[in-house]
């Protein structure tokens, strides 16, 4: 079956610190990656999406990056974090080619910036 | 901007009581719709989807959803909560021609049910 693991669960940081969350999927290849942010009362916000290896498509414009330099791996990273960053980030994933399957979701990373 | 409304930020209701939350999307043509329950400490799960046929879907846990086209409306709804039911909803639509078959997502709906 699959899995996704997403780590970690919780991190504070300094502002100005670089970040780095990962996510990985077992159980599935050449799946859509995701990342969205969770924030209280505005549901979650796509920041990015993979449909392959090294393919990225950034949401909005921030101060976050995203890379995938494996086919079940999905990195989110900043190099200086900014106190607007603090939030509840989500990983996701969903069979690529299967054009109506759900997303399935990680247990998501809470990152306080301070 | 094309968009997914929730209509209710908060809800509280009594074990027993029927539920219905609201859902209306922007989008035109053919979209897919889901529900997805976040309880207290957990992971984001889906409750129910939509995709094509009978417009009226059931999922776990009693739910239910109607989709109804012509008022781009997605509504869930339970007959009878139980304290159990006490988590977060997001409505979810895959627009047409989605880039990466992506999601947008309501502002989400907290249920609170009293016991």
């Known amino acids: 079956s699959q899995t996704i693991h997403q780590w970690p669960a919780t991190l504070v940081q300094p502002v100005g610190s670089p970040l780095s969350l990962e996510c990985t999927v077992e159980?599935?290849?050449?799946?859509?990656l995701y990342w969205y942010r969770q924030a209280a009362g505005r549901g979650l916000q796509l920041l990015f999406y993979?449909?392959?290896?090294?393919?990225i498509s950034s949401e909005v414009p921030q101060n976050l990056s995203a890379s995938r330099p494996q086919d079940r791996q999905f990195i989110l990273s900043s190099k200086k974090l900014l106190l607007s960053d603090s939030g509840f980030y989500l990983c996701?994933?969903?069979?690529?080619?299967?054009?109506?399957?759900?997303?399935?979701f990680g247990n998501g990373t809470r990152l306080t910036v301070t | 901007a094309q968009s997914v409304s929730q209509h209710n930020h908060h809800v509280i209701l009594s074990e027993a009581a029927s539920l219905e939350l609201g859902c209306n999307y922007s989008?035109?043509?053919?979209?897919?719709l889901f529900w997805y329950v976040q309880y207290p400490g957990q992971h984001l799960q889906l409750l129910l989807k939509?995709?094509?046929?009978?417009?009226l879907v059931k999922g776990i846990k009693g739910f239910e959803a109607e989709f109804i086209k012509s008022k781009f409306s997605f509504n869930l709804r339970k007959p009878s909560v139980q304290w159990s039911d006490t988590a977060e909803y997001f409505c979810a639509v895959k627009p047409p021609k989605a880039a990466g078959n992506k999601l947008t997502f309501g502002g989400g709906t907290r249920v609170l049910v009293k016991p």
């Open positions: 939509y995709f094509s046929g009978d417009p």
């Open positions: 996701a994933w969903k069979a690529g080619q299967a054009d109506n399957s759900p997303l399935h």
């Open positions: 159980g599935t290849s050449n799946p859509n």
């Open positions: 989008y035109g043509g053919t979209v897919n």
């Open positions: 993979s449909v392959g290896i090294g393919q």
